[in-house]
Nanobody, 124 residues
Framework: QVQLVESGGGLVQAGGSLRLACAASGPAFSSYALGWFRQAPGKEREFVAMISWSGGTVYYGDSVKGRFTISRDDSKNRVYLQMNSLKLEDTAVYYC?????????????????WGQGTQVTVSS
Protein backbone atom coordinates (compact mmCIF):
# COMPACT_ATOMS: atom_id res chain seq x y z
CA GLN A 1 0.00 0.00 0.00
CA VAL A 2 1.33 3.41 -1.01
CA GLN A 3 0.06 6.67 0.41
CA LEU A 4 0.67 9.91 -1.45
CA VAL A 5 0.45 13.47 -0.14
CA GLU A 6 0.82 16.46 -2.42
CA SER A 7 2.02 19.90 -1.37
CA GLY A 8 3.18 23.15 -2.91
CA GLY A 9 0.02 24.35 -4.56
CA GLY A 10 -1.21 27.90 -4.26
CA LEU A 11 -2.00 31.12 -6.05
CA VAL A 12 0.48 32.45 -8.59
CA GLN A 13 0.40 35.08 -11.30
CA ALA A 14 0.55 34.12 -14.94
CA GLY A 15 4.15 33.70 -16.03
CA GLY A 16 5.23 32.65 -12.57
CA SER A 17 6.49 29.33 -11.21
CA LEU A 18 5.53 26.76 -8.62
CA ARG A 19 7.05 23.50 -7.52
CA LEU A 20 4.75 20.74 -6.41
CA ALA A 21 5.97 17.90 -4.25
CA CYS A 22 4.46 14.52 -3.54
CA ALA A 23 5.59 12.58 -0.49
CA ALA A 24 5.08 8.83 -0.56
CA SER A 25 4.94 6.31 2.22
CA GLY A 26 5.03 2.58 1.73
CA PRO A 27 7.43 -0.05 0.51
CA ALA A 28 9.50 -0.13 -2.66
CA PHE A 29 8.96 3.48 -3.68
CA SER A 30 11.89 3.29 -6.08
CA SER A 31 10.15 0.58 -8.09
CA TYR A 32 7.08 2.70 -8.87
CA ALA A 33 6.31 4.76 -11.92
CA LEU A 34 5.07 8.17 -10.78
CA GLY A 35 2.76 10.56 -12.51
CA TRP A 36 1.11 13.94 -12.21
CA PHE A 37 -2.38 14.62 -13.43
CA ARG A 38 -4.67 17.62 -13.14
CA GLN A 39 -8.36 18.29 -13.19
CA ALA A 40 -10.03 21.61 -13.81
CA PRO A 41 -13.67 22.24 -12.88
CA GLY A 42 -16.03 20.56 -15.31
CA LYS A 43 -13.22 18.77 -17.13
CA GLU A 44 -11.81 15.27 -17.12
CA ARG A 45 -8.62 14.43 -15.31
CA GLU A 46 -5.71 15.18 -17.63
CA PHE A 47 -2.25 13.63 -17.88
CA VAL A 48 0.53 16.09 -17.08
CA ALA A 49 3.76 14.14 -16.65
CA MET A 50 5.19 10.70 -15.86
CA ILE A 51 8.57 9.44 -14.72
CA SER A 52 9.56 5.78 -14.83
CA TRP A 53 10.85 3.81 -11.86
CA SER A 54 14.44 4.35 -13.00
CA GLY A 55 13.96 7.99 -13.87
CA GLY A 56 15.21 7.20 -17.35
CA THR A 57 11.91 7.77 -19.12
CA VAL A 58 9.73 10.84 -18.82
CA TYR A 59 6.64 11.85 -20.73
CA TYR A 60 4.71 15.11 -20.73
CA GLY A 61 1.30 16.16 -21.85
CA ASP A 62 1.35 18.34 -24.94
CA SER A 63 0.00 21.35 -23.06
CA VAL A 64 2.91 21.43 -20.60
CA LYS A 65 5.87 20.37 -22.72
CA GLY A 66 8.77 22.77 -22.39
CA ARG A 67 7.30 24.40 -19.28
CA PHE A 68 6.98 21.64 -16.69
CA THR A 69 9.62 19.22 -15.42
CA ILE A 70 9.05 16.06 -13.44
CA SER A 71 11.74 14.59 -11.21
CA ARG A 72 12.07 12.09 -8.41
CA ASP A 73 14.24 11.68 -5.33
CA ASP A 74 14.06 8.10 -4.17
CA SER A 75 16.19 8.85 -1.10
CA LYS A 76 13.36 11.08 0.13
CA ASN A 77 10.45 9.12 -1.37
CA ARG A 78 9.38 12.19 -3.27
CA VAL A 79 8.37 13.21 -6.76
CA TYR A 80 8.34 16.81 -7.90
CA LEU A 81 6.71 18.87 -10.60
CA GLN A 82 8.46 22.12 -11.46
CA MET A 83 6.01 24.37 -13.26
CA ASN A 84 7.33 27.42 -15.09
CA SER A 85 5.69 30.01 -17.34
CA LEU A 86 2.34 29.24 -15.80
CA LYS A 87 -0.78 30.10 -17.76
CA LEU A 88 -4.36 30.74 -16.71
CA GLU A 89 -5.32 27.39 -18.22
CA ASP A 90 -2.97 25.58 -15.84
CA THR A 91 -5.43 26.28 -13.04
CA ALA A 92 -6.57 22.92 -11.66
CA VAL A 93 -6.27 20.46 -8.83
CA TYR A 94 -3.03 18.55 -9.33
CA TYR A 95 -2.81 14.91 -8.34
CA CYS A 96 0.15 12.65 -7.77
CA UNK A 97 -0.16 9.00 -8.75
CA UNK A 98 1.91 5.83 -8.40
CA UNK A 99 1.89 2.51 -10.16
CA UNK A 100 3.94 -0.56 -9.29
CA UNK A 101 3.54 -2.69 -12.40
CA UNK A 102 6.21 -2.35 -15.10
CA UNK A 103 5.62 0.19 -17.81
CA UNK A 104 5.25 3.86 -18.57
CA UNK A 105 1.67 4.68 -17.68
CA UNK A 106 0.06 7.88 -18.94
CA UNK A 107 -3.62 7.06 -18.49
CA UNK A 108 -5.56 7.52 -15.27
CA UNK A 109 -6.78 3.91 -15.25
CA UNK A 110 -3.19 2.67 -15.31
CA UNK A 111 -2.44 4.07 -11.85
CA UNK A 112 -3.37 2.26 -8.67
CA UNK A 113 -2.51 4.86 -6.03
CA TRP A 114 -3.57 8.50 -5.87
CA GLY A 115 -3.06 11.46 -3.61
CA GLN A 116 -5.79 13.85 -2.51
CA GLY A 117 -4.64 16.67 -4.74
CA THR A 118 -3.36 20.22 -4.33
CA GLN A 119 -4.97 23.30 -5.82
CA VAL A 120 -3.02 25.46 -8.26
CA THR A 121 -4.60 28.75 -9.25
CA VAL A 122 -3.03 30.99 -11.86
CA SER A 123 -4.27 34.57 -11.93
CA SER A 124 -3.91 37.29 -14.53
Amino acid sequence: QVQLVESGGGLVQAGGSLRLACAASGPAFSSYALGWFRQAPGKEREFVAMISWSGGTVYYGDSVKGRFTISRDDSKNRVYLQMNSLKLEDTAVYYCAAEGTPGTPIETHEYQYWGQGTQVTVSS
